[in-house]
């Protein structure tokens, strides 16, 4: 059901906005539309421009809220005033900076220990003493890096005629790390040649105490420290946002109501002259909302409330807001998928809940695999409240419905007799077309009647949009469903053996309609008085008009005959379950439990996903298509009640 909308408009004294806004416009669903385009019979509309003064202690209580551990937990303070709540942000804010700052001193330090440990690590398997290395004065060393294919050339080639010893450290994909010493009368040679050779020097500061690894090791624990003293420093901040906890949840919760409010600044107008200075607010209300606002706002002067019933007073089209029975509320995610229906529009979902399981019953019915459908989904959507969940649950009612009806469960055929047929046996004959089976008959037979109920559809969506051209001419108009519906009657007596119309009589019946399909564009232009009947000339109109025609006629041919994949489905399904019997040993008397277990849990999980697509498919494009245009917006109210 499409909830009934109304277009208000709310306005008092400029200083009364936050008052109205806070005490009534947060308990009632309203979808406030920007005063300043919707108004066109108001004249010196002029924005508001003012800077929200709520929005930073908001922030920052959000932000400690969000340190704090079980915060949903935690009750409340109560009776905090305004002053209060910004006092107990400023308060905390102030102490969480001091304790900010002492953890980014550490964090600095702790990156200092990790840059000059990086630097070392590369030479941790030297075997020296670098405080001693670093102190020496008659031998020259140079710490550094060599990239491998110059090391290698090195070694080849100049080492032994270096007045030189390298000592190799580390290395990894690229390069070797290590030093190499020189005495002070060859250093300046050798430095060459390694600067040849793109040796890159790294500086080592003389603060280390015994070898690298040593080093590497003193400095790994220095980082431990420090990260210890900043887990302090984390826990100090947590101990002291938890004392204070009831009055940041308080004045977070309390912040986020007047910021939010004080935001309604933004969609509404003042009129300011010389002697009055006010605010303008509207926007969508449902009528059972409008009339309790109305009602209490009646002893309210300070407050101006006008129900708008003429559309020339707004822009646009009321948005769309569904309220249907909690059964098939899941399924209004189908409806949202295609698109909300306008206004004027019916609401499809009872129709699409009620089609939409009933045709996945037939098509996977099964007793066992239904009530797993049924449980499984129920479970789901009381926990987790998914939509598509609850839809499963409710297509697993119908699946074990027609179990019944089919006579299986979990795909054994022989435990319950079917209460109509089972779907893979019975066979109908029929004239011209000998043996069918029945089930396709009756997909077919329930196709015809679920099209021409789209087309009664059509025709009351377009009645109530007041299209009267549409409803009477339209191919799922009134002209459609009498052709449809003629070829469906004379169909079923041919095939039941009783009397067809006579000759004259479907000449009417199907003449006619087709005619005046043909001719609905003309003849919608004369009715509306338009001063052009036909935009192209009669023979490209009939032309075009007969290829059209002729699409429609195919048209109701193929969407009739879509129908009977609900029969071969429910055929499909009857024999993949033989299969998992069959290879589950259950025919020859030994059967593999394990087998038939994981068969139906495949067979329920592919054949269910498979089929659902299906029925959804059918629902949009053999249904929906003939009546349905889902152009509404969503309500999207300024805040949900609670």
């Not at 939010?260 to 002259?273: I, M, Y």
């Not at 789209?454 to 009477?472: E, K, S, V, Y």
């Not at 068969?599 to 029925?615: A, H, K, S, T």
Request: proline share 4%; with cysteine; glycine share 8%.
């Amino acid at each position: 059901m499409i909830v009934k909308m109304k277009f208000v408009s709310i306005t008092g004294p400029r200083s009364d906005i936050d008052r109205v806004t806070d005490l009534y416009l947060s308990r009632y669903e309203i979808q406030l539309e920007h005063a300043m385009s919707e108004l066109k019979t108001v004249d010196n509309l002029r924005p508001f421009v003012e800077i929200n003064p709520y929005k930073d202690a908001m922030t920052k209580a959000s932000q400690f809220v969000e340190y704090l551990k079980n915060a949903d937990e935690v009750t409340p303070a109560e009776n905090l005033g305004l002053d209060d709540m910004f006092e107990v942000v400023r308060s905390a804010n102030h102490d969480y900076m001091e304790f900010q700052a002492k953890k980014d001193q550490l964090k600095r330090q702790r990156e200092e220990l990790r840059d000059k440990q990086k630097t070392i690590s590369p030479f941790k398997p030297l075997d020296c003493d670098l405080h001693q290395v670093l102190q020496y004065r008659y031998i020259q060393y140079r710490f550094g890096r060599i990239a491998l294919e110059y090391h290698h050339k090195m070694e080849k080639y100049l080492l032994d005629d270096l007045a030189a010893i390298f000592v190799e450290g580390e290395r990894d994909e690229n390069f070797v790390y290590g030093v190499y010493f020189v005495s002070a009368g060859d250093a300046q040679k050798v430095d060459a040649i390694f600067k040849s050779l793109h040796f890159e020097r790294i500086e080592l500061p003389d603060e280390y105490e015994g070898a690298p690894g040593d080093a590497y090791h003193q400095l790994e624990k220095q980082i431990a420290r420090v990260g210890e003293d900043i887990k302090a420093v984390d826990d100090e901040v947590g101990e002291l946002l938890a004392n204070r906890a009831p009055q940041l949840i308080a004045a977070r919760n309390r912040l986020e109501e007047l910021a939010n409010n004080f935001d309604v600044r933004k969609l509404a107008a003042r009129v300011e002259d010389k002697r009055e200075d006010y605010y303008i607010l509207c926007g969508w209300m449902s009528e059972d909302d409008i009339e309790k606002f109305l009602a209490e706002i009646k002893e309210d002067d300070q407050v101006f409330v006008v129900v708008e019933d003429d559309h020339d007073n707004y822009f646009g089209e009321p948005p769309t807001k569904l309220n249907n029975p909690k059964l098939f509320k899941p399924f209004e995610m189908f409806i949202q998928m295609y698109g909300l229906p306008a206004h004027d529009e019916m609401d499809p979902t009872i129709f699409v809940a009620l089609t939409y399981t009933f045709i996945f019953g037939v098509m996977f019915g099964d007793v066992g695999q239904g009530l797993c459908l049924l449980i499984g989904g129920g479970l789901i959507y009381l926990k987790k409240k998914a939509p598509l969940a609850g839809i499963i649950s409710m297509a697993g009612i119908f699946s074990t419905i027609f179990g019944f009806m089919f006579g299986s469960i979990f795909g054994f055929e022989d435990i319950i007799k079917p209460l109509w047929i089972r779907p893979i046996e019975h066979m109908t004959t029929l004239p011209f077309i000998g043996k069918l089976n029945t089930v396709f008959i009756v997909a077919i037979v329930f196709g015809m009647g679920i099209i021409i109920i789209a087309m009664i559809f059509h025709i009351i969506n377009a009645l109530r949009a007041h299209d009267t051209g549409d409803a009477l001419l339209d191919v799922n108009g009134v002209a459609g469903l009498v052709f449809y519906a003629s070829i469906v009657a004379t169909i079923i007596l041919f095939m039941t053996g009783h009397k067809t119309p006579g000759g004259i009589l479907m000449l009417i019946m199907f003449g006619i309609p087709l005619l005046l399909i043909l001719f609905k564009e003309p003849i919608t232009n004369k009715i509306k008085k338009k001063a052009q009947v036909m935009e192209e000339s009669a023979g490209m109109f009939l032309v075009q008009g007969f290829f059209e025609l002729f699409e429609t006629l195919l048209s109701y041919f193929s969407n009739t005959l879509s129908f009977v994949r609900v029969g071969a489905f429910a055929v499909s399904h009857a024999a993949m379950m033989e299969v998992v019997l069959m290879l589950g040993g259950v025919e020859s008397g030994s059967p593999n439990w394990v087998v038939v277990v994981l068969g139906n849990l495949f067979v329920c999980g592919m054949e269910g996903l498979i089929v659902g697509i299906q029925v959804l498919r059918l629902e949009y494009y053999e249904m929906f298509s003939r009546f349905y245009k889902g152009t509404g917006r969503e309500f999207k109210p300024y805040k949900n009640k609670n």
